[in-house]
């Protein structure tokens, strides 16, 4: 058998004691796990703590990902009542009440009612979701890359790692994207965020900036989105739509020009985050079998029209232990109405082709409408008469352009 080590009752296979020859015929009394995992950042440790809640909880499950999940890698925030069933409860909770948009120096600021905007620092997601998993002796880490997940003839899965180890299992879960290859033209929305400490009181902690466009304009496919935690402590972000690559170089040289214009005081920074997330409605996490099930940004759960993930993640995964609880057939993917599919595609197409156009756009959006109605809508929970309500008070030139030259991104 394999050596095991243990970092409090979490198991882990180290790199040390990860044998390349290790296989199921060489050791026929190894452990077959019942679940796998493969990937374990947002989506993996969300479907965990689902299992884990589930009358899955005795299951053997095992967990694989190249990295030990103890950085801080990542800013996630959502929307909702109340905080989700997995955000972290050990540390203080940052939420706020309100939301806006700035076009120029003009600020849209809407109250959020019964929502909050919730955010939520990934190595403290992490460290929670690790001690939930050390309290169950059935969870094993091992810690190592994923080369490979075949469907086997007897309806189970291996999962072979690039050291040679092969992991045999019922069904597997992955987020990681093995061989998944995106179209060259889609359009993605690369980021480049910095959490800072200024000397001086520098921002209005009371309400986070989602997009703010500082000359009034979309030319260059930009804009920059501000979480103030404090006076003086913030995370701020330029982003950009693209369809072609960029350099970490370019990104820091729009941030560091935006924060001195913006800013008349030194700063300090804390934290760095970055990355790259497609925009594209043709991402649905289908495969071949049904024991091998994509999760996360590769199984859909990116929100096209605006990037944001987690909380479709957390939608995702508590759906699918329902259906595993109900022993059904698990679906692939994340399931999105198909109107919302159509409303995405028509903003793409703008974005792609008519950029200049979508400041405006934004700004009627939140100026029209309650605060929470548009959340509610971008997480596509509105029925199809709110959805209408809010497309009525649009300007519809721009969207008229986009259907006559419709196509799916």
């Known amino acids: 058998m394999l050596d095991e080590v243990s970092e409090g009752n979490l198991r882990y296979f180290s790199k040390q004691q990860q044998l390349s020859a290790f296989s199921h015929e060489q050791h026929p009394t190894m452990t077959r796990y019942d679940y796998i995992i493969c990937g374990f950042g947002c989506a993996g440790m969300s479907l965990l703590?689902?299992?884990?809640?589930?009358?899955?909880?005795?299951?053997?499950?095992?967990?694989?990902?190249?990295?030990?999940?103890?950085?801080?890698?990542?800013?996630w925030c959502y929307w909702a009542k109340e905080p989700v069933a997995t955000h972290p409860k050990s540390t203080e909770l940052i939420a706020w009440d309100a939301v806006q948009v700035q076009v120029g120096e003009h600020k849209i600021v809407k109250q959020l009612d019964r929502l909050r905007y919730f955010h939520i620092r990934s190595s403290d997601f992490y460290k929670e979701i690790l001690l939930l998993a050390e309290k169950h002796e059935n969870v094993t880490f091992i810690q190592a890359k994923v080369n490979t997940i075949e469907n086997l003839v007897d309806q189970s899965t291996a999962v072979h790692l690039e050291n040679g180890m092969v992991i045999y299992g019922g069904k597997t879960f992955n987020s990681i994207p093995l061989n998944q290859q995106l179209e060259s033209n889609t359009l993605k929305q690369v980021f480049l965020g910095w959490k800072i400490k200024t000397d001086q009181t520098a921002f209005d902690p009371s309400v986070p900036t989602l997009m703010h466009f500082p000359n009034g304009k979309f030319t260059a496919n930009e804009f920059f989105y501000i979480l103030p935690f404090n006076e003086s402590t913030a995370l701020v972000e330029y982003t950009l739509y693209t369809t072609q690559?960029?350099?970490?170089?370019?990104l820091k040289e729009k941030l560091v020009s935006y924060l001195s214009t913006t800013l008349t005081c030194s700063y300090e920074i804390l934290f760095q985050e970055q990355g790259a997330i497609p925009m594209s409605t043709?991402?649905?996490?289908?495969?071949?079998s049904k024991n091998i099930i994509d999760i996360g940004s590769i199984a859909g759960c990116i929100k096209p029209s605006t990037g944001y993930t987690f909380y479709d993640i957390q939608k995702h995964s508590e759906a699918l232990v329902q259906q595993l609880v109900k022993e059904e057939h698990v679906f692939k993917g994340w399931m999105r109405k198909s109107r919302f599919e159509f409303y995405d595609n028509i903003l793409l197409n703008i974005a792609k082709k008519w950029p200049e156009s979508l400041p405006s756009i934004f700004a009627q959006m939140f100026q029209k409408n309650q605060g929470q109605q548009v959340l509610r809508f971008l997480h596509e929970e509105t029925s199809l008469w709110e959805d209408l309500q809010i497309l009525a008070r649009f300007k519809f030139g721009i969207f008229i352009k986009s259907l006559l030259h419709y196509e799916k991104n």
């Open 49 to 75: 703590y689902q299992l884990l809640q589930s009358p899955f909880k005795n299951a053997r499950i095992a967990l694989i990902d190249e990295s030990n999940k103890k950085a801080n890698d990542r800013t």
């Open 282 to 288: 043709k991402i649905q996490g289908k495969t071949s």
């Open 245 to 250: 690559e960029t350099t970490l170089e370019k």
